[in-house]
Every structure is written in C-alpha cells, then in structure tokens.
T-cell receptor, first 111, second 116 residues
Framework: DSGVTQTPKHLITATGQRVTLRCSPRSGDLSVYWYQQSLDQGLQFLIQYYNGEERAKGNILERFSAQQFPDLHSELNLSSLELGDSALYFC??????????FGPGTRLTVL | AQKVTQAQTEISVVEKEDVTLDCVYETRDTTYYLFWYKQPPSGELVFLIRRNSFDEQNEISGRYSWNFQKSTSSFNFTITASQVVDSAVYFCALSEARNNFNKFYFGSGTKLNVKP
C-alpha cells in the first residue's frame, strides 16, 4: 500500500458525460501527478500540482482539468467524455520532486 | 525523441530462469533519477527502486538486482530465479529537474510472462 488513495476504483459512464476523479496523496506529500494509461499503452503524463499550484502540463486534453485543494487532495475533471477516454487514471504523490508513489488507479469505462 | 526506451515489448521465461529487462535513457542533465515500477495484472503500480545519477553502484534486493551504467545510459533490471508472481509489466522511468521541479518520463513497459 503506497498510502495514496484514489476514488472511485471503477467508474462507468456514457459518452458526453462529466466525471470527477479524486486523489488523496500520502501524508506530507506536496506534489500530485496525474497519468492516463489506455489499454495496452504506457503511462501518459497529464498534469502536476505542487502545494496547490499547477507546475507542469503534459498531454492533457482541453476537456480535462485538474486542481489541488488546500488540504492537498486533488481532483481530475473529465468532461464531454468520448469512448477513447476509457482508461486507467493514476494519481501519484511525492514529498520530494524526485519521487512518485502511485495510487491504485481509477478505471474509467465510457460506453 | 524517446527519453526512456524499453526495447523489449514482451518476454516469456520459464520459472527459475533469470531474466534481464533493458532500459536505455536519454538526458543532458547531470543530475537525474531513474526508477523501476512493477504493474501486476491487478493494475496497481508498485515502486521498486530509485537511483540517482551520482550513484553507479549496482543494487541487489533479494532476487532483484539493478545495473546502472552511465557510459551506456542504461539501467537494466535482472530478476534471478524468476517466479510466476513476477509476471507483470515493468516500467522504467527517468526524472529530470526543471526549474526545481522534476519531469518524469516513462518507458513503454516490458511485459514479463513467467510460466510454471
């Protein structure tokens, strides 16, 4: 158990809908990262937050947004969902900039 | 250009065989970190090791060992006497510091199948 929690574990929704994925980092970790892993694909970096501020952006679509709250938990919002958004979404956290511990992931299925 | 290359897409071995997973990275930084993660069929990503660029000592942890060679920009991972439970996808990753914040790059992963 990495200490990073993600909810929900599974999410099934329809195209066009909007969902919110939640991540609670390990106690004391200021950095939160979001990744997308499509079927049989590697990890695609989406976005990074540090102590509430956006620090780096990867291949994140405009339909996706994220934020990190004062209590350091983070949410990833996915809107106007498409079939291709079906994937495993991981959150990772770290105390230092050179570490990442991953949560169990949220499996999103868009029907 | 790929920052981290894992050329082996899939490897199959029989239990008790040794297996090495290759990882080649690319960076111009002098300070960087290398990682290995394991993703079993259950899907979670398990941290295995972190190595900084100044420490080229090889590391051994039980049946796992890592060979870091800056001269060839490689960070290979060997599993000795493989077991069925080692079946998973293994990811190599590189971390570079940018403006005091690190960017992480992951390889495409190597799927290891260990057959009984």
């Amino acid at each position: 158990d990495s200490g990073v929690t993600q909810t929900p574990k599974h999410l099934i929704t329809a195209t066009g809908q909007r969902v919110t994925l939640r991540c609670s980092p390990r106690s004391g970790d200021l950095s939160v990262y979001w990744y997308q892993q499509s079927l049989d694909q590697g990890l695609q970096f989406l976005i990074q937050y540090y102590n509430g501020e956006e620090r780096a952006k990867g291949n994140i679509l405009e339909r996706f947004s994220a934020q990190q709250f004062p209590d350091l938990h983070s949410e990833l919002n996915l809107s106007s969902l498409e079939l291709g958004d079906s994937a495993l979404y991981f959150c990772a956290s770290g105390r230092r900039n050179n570490e990442q511990f991953f949560g169990p992931g949220t499996r999103l299925t868009v029907l | 250009a790929q920052k981290v290359t894992q050329a082996q897409t899939e490897i199959s071995v029989v239990e008790k065989e040794d297996v090495t997973l290759d990882c080649v990275y690319e960076t111009r930084d002098t300070t960087y970190y290398l990682f290995w993660y394991k993703q079993p069929p259950s899907g979670e990503l398990v941290f295995l090791i972190r190595r900084n660029s100044f420490d080229e000592q090889n590391e051994i942890s039980g049946r796992y060992s890592w060979n870091f060679q800056k001269s060839t920009s490689s960070f290979n991972f060997t599993i000795t006497a493989s077991q069925v439970v080692d079946s998973a996808v293994y990811f190599c990753a590189l971390s570079e510091a940018r403006n005091n914040f690190n960017k992480f790059y992951f390889g495409s992963g190597t799927k290891l199948n260990v057959k009984p």
